[in-house]
């Protein structure tokens, strides 16, 4: 390829990247910067100024907003591992017995994505509610076993993150399962390898990338979560999400929720980065 070639090539490019790159600078990098700036700004101002402190950094941790925000990365990491643990099996045996049922499994786990967040979670409320609820009367009708209450427990919240975020798990997973060769797997039982051997080997190298953007996924939606606590949780925790609702919203503090806005947004970003390094994206698409 001549130099000519390369250049027009490149240009073509630059000139394809322009609309993604303004619409990431407008819809997303402005914005944080804007509530850096104001994270800075003294306590329950309402425009920006010169003034700054760091005063509202040092109320979110002496006035314990900490906890919320250790309450979220917890209940993340909980739901993210739990998700990967169900994922795996089911993102493997969907991929063997590719078929009509296979079709049919992965269809059923992806409808409820295309209905309400809030209509789901209600719809599992009404599941765990103690009198009337379906596995509470299932368990006494069927078993003579009485449970209580689940509804309104940090269980019944971890439960909701784990069935809304489980499909952003399994997809990546099964992309990622789309990349290890049978005819490799099948070399390597017939060399003698055992099934761990199989799994450490050949499928957990393969199958990193679709694993890593799904653990991502679930991470960030989980940890910025507010609706599972606030319908199956009840007031048994409080999220950094809410928080972050309650400074804005009631108690006009713009600074300070800003100041726990930026807080997640280090979080985040000290998780995703890191990882973004570790996926290939090339090899996951192919090129």
């Known amino acids: 390829m001549s130099k000519s070639q390369k250049a027009q ?11 993604a790159t303004l619409l990431l600078l407008l819809g997303f990098l402005v914005p944080i910067l804007i ?7 003294p306590e329950r101002s309402f425009g920006l100024s010169t003034e700054l402190t760091v005063g509202n950094y040092q109320t979110a941790f002496l006035e314990g ?7 979220s990365a917890l209940g993340a990491f909980l739901t993210t591992t ?8 089911t993102a493997k045996a969907l991929q063997r017995f590719a078929g009509r049922w296979a079709t049919i499994a992965t269809l059923l786990i992806a409808l409820p994505i295309f209905i309400s967040e809030s209509v789901r979670l209600f719809g599992l409320s009404l599941f765990m509610m103690p009198t009337g609820g379906i596995l509470a009367g299932s368990l006494e009708a069927f078993f003579g076993v009485s449970i209580g209450s689940i509804l309104n427990t940090r269980l019944a919240a971890l439960v909701g993150l784990v069935y809304i975020h489980f499909p952003f798990v399994l997809f990546p997973l099964l992309l990622g399962f789309s990349q290890v060769p049978r005819d ?3 070399a390597a039982r017939d060399l003698g390898a055992t099934p761990w051997q199989i799994f450490r080997e050949i499928e957990v190298p393969l199958t990193a990338p679709g694993a890593t953007i799904g653990i991502l996924l679930c991470f960030v939606l989980s940890l ?5 606590m606030s319908i199956l949780g009840g007031q048994a925790v409080t999220v950094i999400a809410r928080a972050i609702e309650q ?11 800003a100041a726990l806005t930026m807080l997640v947004i280090l979080l985040t970003a000290a998780v995703v980065l890191p990882l973004l390094r570790r996926i290939d994206l090339d090899r996951l698409i192919q090129r």
């Not at 400074?247 to 929720?257: I, S, T």
Request: charged share 15%; proline share 8%; glycine share 6%.
């Open 35 to 41: 509530v850096a700036a104001y994270s800075l700004m």
């Open 247 to 257: 400074r804005f919203n009631y108690a006009q503090d713009w600074p300070l929720g």
């Open 9 to 19: 090539r490149f240009d073509a490019g630059t000139l394809f990247m322009l609309p």
């Open 82 to 89: 739990i998700c990967l643990l169900l994922a795996w099996p």
């Open 65 to 71: 907003y900490w906890r919320p925000l250790a309450w």
């Open 184 to 186: 490799q797997v099948e």
């Open 224 to 228: 910025g979560a507010n609706a599972e």
